[in-house]
């Protein structure tokens, strides 16, 4: 095996190790569409569009995956969910 191979197979063993998470918001009769979409777009970064699907999925389906992603990134957004007022949880 030469070097380049070797170098290149380490690389992907590493890529392979970085764990994703998830940000999922749960459905609940106390928060409007208006408000979900407003936070989705502040705390994680959404697009008008994406915030909106989002909601709709939660609506309808009870749950959403909101953001994908490492834990250390993740967590201060599901803090700003929470304080906002929207059950999420990271898992």
Known sequence: MSTKEQ???ELLIEEETVRQNEIV???DDVNTFDHVIET???VC???PEQAE???LI???KGKCTVKTGEYKDLEPRCTGLLSAGLSAEII
């Open 7 to 9: 170098i290149s197979e």
């Open 53 to 55: 699907q989002c909601s």
């Open 45 to 47: 970064d959404h697009t």
């Open 58 to 60: 939660v609506h309808y």
């Open 25 to 27: 918001v749960f459905n």
């Open 40 to 42: 989705l777009i502040s």
